[in-house]
């Protein structure tokens, strides 16, 4: 089975993330770039399948050259290959564009089953999977705590607010994955160094047949008018206990609808 | 701890890195908790081993990964900066591993060690006895030579890992004549006769089992052997050189945790309207730690690439141990001082480490055995 995992490489959360103040794309080069948690799930299930049922997982990535660190983190748990779709008119593609580009690349490498996180910690529109499979022609199963693949079915749980449904199509498809899928492995030192000899193909939207007037800022379908950074945070309320403290703080609760 | 390490090749590096995070999820945030309980954390070196961590010096056509001691030494500093009974753990299993490596016949490495390496079995180091420590060839357990192999028969002592090893590298008597008449074997845990005692109550390092291993007729084949017979003390010597440097690198450890708790401490607690680092009482302590804990670092680094050249290292591994071991003891008790009471409570780490630090300066030949290792080199004048 040809698995291909699409992994995005996001600003660390614990590091503080800026807005470019030219064109109000999110600043790659103020924060450390690492892999989006979620994708490391996404990457550990399809190396699940892959061992249970044999094949091969391709990782694809758009993103810029720095990306490379999060393929690489993906080869080292123990992806096969690599794509990595990078051009500089990608710069600034929405969630619509971004699903264009790599359904074209998926058309081009070939795919029997896609994996990717249900949302990245960055833009976290938690669209990409369905306008993949869209785009594709494919059915979509997204938000799965599990997967099970029989011949040519695929069957998923797919988390909601009651409970969870049990989802099943026919392959080719695209899954999305939440954090209760799996447990995702360590990178062992030897994959680590297996993965520096893993080919990483380098694609550019000409190469993938993406139209450039499709993707990048300019062609985006939303726009970022304004943004303003986080306010720091306020003192909190300090509550002094002249005997009625459990009341006061009571009263605070409730003021906040805590209680 | 976010110490700026030189190292050799980009994938020292990526090693590190790993190491880092390993430690920062899976290490650190259970440390205490196992601690207290005396809890033994095998599936902490069972993840270490599956990450390619238990054999990080050895070739990598035998299982390991052929990494100089230089890098070794520092996966071992950060392992202990978590947790000193996994550092050093570490430490121990690599120095079980290490007379099959150097010594064992092509057979045996090919043989036992990609096991002993790839990550699944754990080693321990047989060598001092209830009576016999410091004085090391003095030891009594004896190894019969018989028509078909060995029959073991003693007591040895403070052995890390003692009954939960997978296999145990023993130096016994198998002839009269001191510490000529040592001989080395590879013992696997299973073979009968062999069992361990209950495990000593330790002032610290509570979580890593230190026990008494008994060895009761034990049988042995003649492929047991590691070396020629009577070359035992020999490679004990040499596998302690190496354990030496692995202690040394603890400590640094050790150290670097309790000062960056203290320092961190000090930044942030305020008393008289002033973070503590404005007292210059204080301020001065905290530069004499970090100090000393970057001197013995450089320190055992220095007899690392003695090593990895290929060159006499033994009095350079004293030194590091001595050194560092010392520095480790004088840095946490510092770091204690530093937090006031707050130190002296187990709801901060640093008197786990004041605790875990003693021992150093006992383990891998004691700080006075160092001393005399290298007042022997000095008289011989082979240095200075």
Known sequence: MNIVVCVKQVPDTATERKLRSDDKTLDRDAADGVINELCEYAVEEALKIKEAHGGEVTVLTMGPSKATDTIRKALAMGADKAVHLVDDALHGSDALSTSYALAQTLKKIGFDLVILGSESTDARTGVLAAMLAERLGTPQLTLARKVDIDGSAVTIERVTDYGYDKVEASLPAVVSVVEKINEPRYPSFKG?????????????????????????LASAWSEVVEFAAAPPRAAGTVVKDEGDGGAKAAEFLASKKFI | MSVDRVLPTPEAHDLLDLVRELAAKEIVPRAAADEAASRFPRDVFSLLGASGLLGLPYPEEYGGAAQPYEVYLQVIEELAAAWLAVGLGVSVHTLSCFPVAAYGSDAQRAELLPAMTGGELLGAYCLS?????????????????????????????????GGVADFYTLMARTSGDGARGISCFHVPAGVDGLSSGTPE???????????????????????????????????????????????????VGVAQAAFDAASAYARERRQFGSPLTEFQGLAFMLADMATSIAAARALYLEAARLRDAGRPYGTQAAMAKLFATDMCMRVTTDAVQVLGGYGYVEDFPVERHMREAKVLQIVEGTNQIQRLVIGRAIAKGSIG
Do not use: N
């Open chain 1, 192 to 216: 680590i160094m297996a993965a520096k000899k893993k080919p990483v193909e380098t694609l550019g939207i000409a190469d993938a047949e993406i139209a450039a007037d499709q993707v990048g």
């Open chain 2, 129 to 161: 006895e209830p009576h016999s420590g410091s004085d090391a060839a003095a030891l009594t357990t004896r190894a019969v030579p018989g028509a078909d192999g060995y029959v073991v028969d003693g007591v040895k002592a403070w052995i890390t890992h």
């Open chain 2, 201 to 251: 109550r330790k002032m610290g390092m509570r979580s890593s089992p230190t026990a008494q291993v008994r060895f009761d007729g034990v049988r042995l084949s003649p492929d047991a052997l590691v070396g020629s017979p009577g070359e035992g003390f020999r490679i004990a010597m040499a596998a302690l050189d190496g354990g030496r440097l692995g202690i040394a690198a603890c400590a």
